[in-house]
């Protein structure tokens, strides 16, 4: 489904946030509120209601967190860019840009903001993707340029995460961060089971033989990221 967007210049850009804590939506509306050139026309804690929310209000930009109730930020992508085209998504984050931030451009995002960022910065972000650029941090920036540059050695030198899905990047992001097995199934809305799964995949997908190893990389790279 294809749906086609259009503002003049007396309306202002119609912005849905998505995110699966209520404070961080109403903090975000109460931001935009300030702005003339930006409105919101509505919000969601979770993937399904998403989707509904954006058939029917049709926003120009969707504010979109990775970690969902009822699914992932990262797919909600992909199929956003299917159904409606013409829609911006931005990327709002508390996880390591370093980590996440490529991959929701390969998904079809237009940018990645980290929900630390000053207020002013989350605007500026907001304006300049909806003016048709990509938004991403100078460290970002700088990141994937170093990557570019140095792509074999960095291959030989770091886990291959690229061979990771996007929900075991966010495992393999959290343990490195120290969050225990059940801590994580809370965070991440997911059962103890399905952590302890994912787990397994990972350590399968780096050549990882048990926990401590799969440990000692995760927060490996966490440290080389930070």
């Known amino acids: 489904m294809s749906t086609t967007i259009s503002r003049t210049k007396t309306r202002p850009y119609r912005v849905l946030i998505v995110d699966d804590h209520a404070l961080v939506r109403l903090g975000l509306t109460q931001l935009i509120a300030h702005e003339n050139d930006l409105q919101v026309c509505g919000d969601a804690g979770n993937a399904n209601e998403a989707l509904q929310k954006i058939k029917l209000l049709q926003p120009h930009l969707v504010v979109l967190d990775i970690s969902l109730q009822q699914g992932n930020g990262i797919e909600l992508t992909k199929t956003l860019k299917i159904q409606f085209p013409d829609i911006k998504v931005l990327i709002s984050s508390m996880h390591d840009e370093t980590l996440f931030a490529e991959r929701a451009l390969r998904a079809g995002a237009v940018g990645y903001i980290n929900k630390q960022e000053a207020a002013d910065k989350v605007i500026d972000a907001i304006r300049q993707v909806m003016d048709g650029q ?93």
């Open 134 to 226: 990509v938004y991403l941090s100078v460290e970002m920036t700088s990141h994937l340029l170093h990557r570019l540059g140095n792509h074999r050695e960095d291959l030989l030198q770091r886990p291959t995460v690229e061979l990771l899905s996007d929900r075991e990047c966010e495992v393999f992001e959290l343990i490195g961060h120290g969050i225990p097995t059940r801590e994580i199934a809370k965070r991440l809305h997911l059962s103890v089971k399905t952590i302890e799964t994912h787990r397994e995949h990972i350590k399968e997908k780096l050549g990882l033989t048990n926990g401590a190893e799969l440990t000692r990389h995760a927060v490996q790279w966490v440290l080389e990221d930070s």
